[in-house]
């Protein structure tokens, strides 16, 4: 979400409860791979009955690695002459170390890292056979097929298979009280270890970064559009700035639209403006309460329909406009409902607050 809210009308909002996909805490090290060489690897796809599946792995799996040391590990990838995983596979390691599929192992610099995206660039050694990964131009449709790789459980090398369930996920994230945005939803299994990991398309094109598992069937990756927006930042500067409106928000319910004569529940309200927010916000906050069955709601406020041309229906339609449409420093035209008529503002971009700066 754009700004977590302890206000008491929003306790009671449905949150999706998900666990890091992480890295493999306490556990042996990781079993050494066996080593391939070329030869191997073609004779593998040249083999009788040889599966789809079998194909994919055999062109993407030398581009696959385990990242992390003897306490702990997750997954990455080969992707522009570095390796992408997760920032918190590699927030807890001192020396990052990184194992290539034939069984080299590289130390490793993190070169960038983002607790927001949860994303981070490593600079290391890469072999020659562990080309880069391309990504995918357009997160495919939900039913397509896809394979997950990496380490789960700190098996190196492992492959599980599913489709994409569901698109635009807006994952929240406990280690900065920010969702990240358009993550991708796949019942392919992703489990401890897995994090970083690529999850590929039939076409051997990455379609996410598996970040997270919430269940048996359920689990999310950071979408490739994200991805392409943040990581060539990270390996040029070692950051990335992220687009900020700077308000406390809650979206507009039935009940919400009722009790400030809204024609209908869609959009978000803006509640307050955080202290940390852009200068010269055009946005009003709520000016009033009033109580429905027992439990405060907010009145008066601003209502947000549109943003940089882009429908605003829900609180996940802003965090995705913001994070893959906006920069810090865009001033843009918002349209909101304010004082029960529709009109257009013009309101700033800032620069979301670093997490140590937020405390």
Do not use: K
């Amino acid at each position: 979400m754009e700004q977590p809210t302890r206000r008491q009308f929003l306790a009671g909002s449905a949150a999706l409860a998900a666990g890091l996909a992480g890295c493999t805490a306490g556990r042996r090290p990781p079993a050494t791979p066996i080593e391939r060489t070329q030869a191997d690897a073609q004779e593998a796809a040249d083999a009788p009955g040889e599966t789809t599946y079998a194909s994919v792995y055999e062109a993407t799996i030398d581009s696959v690695v385990f990242v992390g040391d003897e306490r702990a590990g997750g997954s990455g990838f080969v992707h522009n002459g570095h390796v992408v995983t997760n920032e918190h596979v590699v927030d807890e390691i001192a020396d990052v170390n990184v194992r290539f599929e034939r069984g080299e192992w590289r130390e490793a610099a993190v070169r960038g890292a983002d607790p927001y995206s949860d994303l981070a660039v490593l600079a290391t050694d890469v072999p020659t056979y562990a080309t880069s990964l391309p990504f995918v131009e357009q997160v495919p449709p939900v039913g397509t097929e896809v394979l997950a790789l990496g380490s789960p459980f700190g098996l190196a090398s492992s492959l599980s298979q599913g489709v994409i369930s569901g698109r635009n996920r807006s994952l929240p994230n406990p280690e900065t009280g920010f969702s990240i945005p358009n993550t991708v939803q796949t019942d392919a299994g992703l489990d401890p270890g897995n994090s970083g990991g690529p999850l590929v398309t039939m076409d051997g094109e990455v379609t996410g970064i598996a970040v997270a598992g919430a269940g048996t069937a359920v689990g999310f990756a950071v979408s490739p559009l994200l991805a392409r927006r943040v990581l060539p930042e990270l390996a040029e500067t070692g950051s990335y700035d992220h687009p900020y409106l700077g308000i406390l928000l809650v979206e507009v319910t039935p009940t919400i639209a009722e009790a400030n004569d809204l024609a209908e529940p869609t959009g978000i309200m803006v509640v307050e403006l955080a202290a940390d927010g852009p200068t010269g916000q055009t946005l009003e906050p709520a000016d009033g309460e009033t109580v429905v069955d027992g439990r405060p709601v907010p009145t008066g406020g601003d209502v947000l329909v549109e943003l940089a041309g882009e429908p605003i229906e829900s609180e996940n339609d802003l965090a995705t406009t913001l994070a893959l449409s906006l920069t810090p420093g865009d001033r843009v035209v918002a349209v909101v409902i304010r004082d029960g008529e529709e009109r257009e503002i013009d309101v700033p971009i800032g620069t979301r607050p670093s997490r140590e700066e937020r405390g």
